[in-house]
């Protein structure tokens, strides 16, 4: 069973239904600028939400006490997903993905996540949504946090037009 930190609970923080992470609910996509029809401080449908994504998800917020209230994905603009994997040809490296709520991720939380990479040796994988104008175009950002051969390599994806691919653990 998963623990949920700190007696902690979403209340009416709703960033994970507003698009910021691509998903399907309820046969509707959403993403960057399309968020989810239930969402209104909260969600319109608690009791009867799907449970694959809505029941199932929980940011890192809400599992790791060691994160501050204030990095809560409403205030901190920014969603932690926990252990995830960074596919490359040659291995696999365990990263957080920090996703932006909005097209950046604030300065105050990137100095937090660049403190908390230097104090746990994570290496985390930064993704904003490219905007233009007022128009979110699909594509995305990327870039890391942490270790310098992680940083180099995510870098060199980026320079390359490599893809990036992340998948759970
Ligand atoms: S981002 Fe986290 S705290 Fe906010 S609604 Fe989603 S799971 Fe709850
Ligand atoms: S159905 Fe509810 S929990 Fe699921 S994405 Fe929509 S607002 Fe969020």
Not at 21 to 31: M, T
Not at 146 to 153: K, N, P, Y
Request: charged share 30%.
């Amino acid at each position: 069973m998963t623990n949920i930190a700190n007696d902690r609970s979403c209340g009416d923080c709703t960033a994970c239904c507003d698009g910021w992470l691509k998903a399907e609910i309820n046969g509707k996509k959403i993403h960057p600028g399309i968020g989810c029809e239930h969402a209104d401080r909260g969600c319109g449908i608690y009791e009867t939400r799907p449970v694959s994504p809505c029941r199932n998800f929980k940011c890192q917020w809400l599992l790791d006490p060691n994160m501050p209230e204030w990095m809560k994905p409403s205030r901190s603009k920014v969603i932690l997903k926990g252990k995830q994997i960074w596919e490359r040809p040659s291995s696999d490296v365990p990263a957080i993905v920090a996703s932006s709520v909005g097209p950046k991720i604030p300065g105050k939380s990137k100095n937090w996540l660049l403190s908390y990479a230097e104090e746990t040796g994570e290496v985390i994988l930064c993704i904003e949504p490219v905007r233009d104008r007022k128009t979110y175009t699909g594509e995305q950002r990327k870039y890391a946090i942490g270790r310098a051969d992680f940083v180099e390599e995510i870098n060199q994806c980026v320079e390359e037009g490599r893809e990036i691919l992340v998948r759970s653990v």
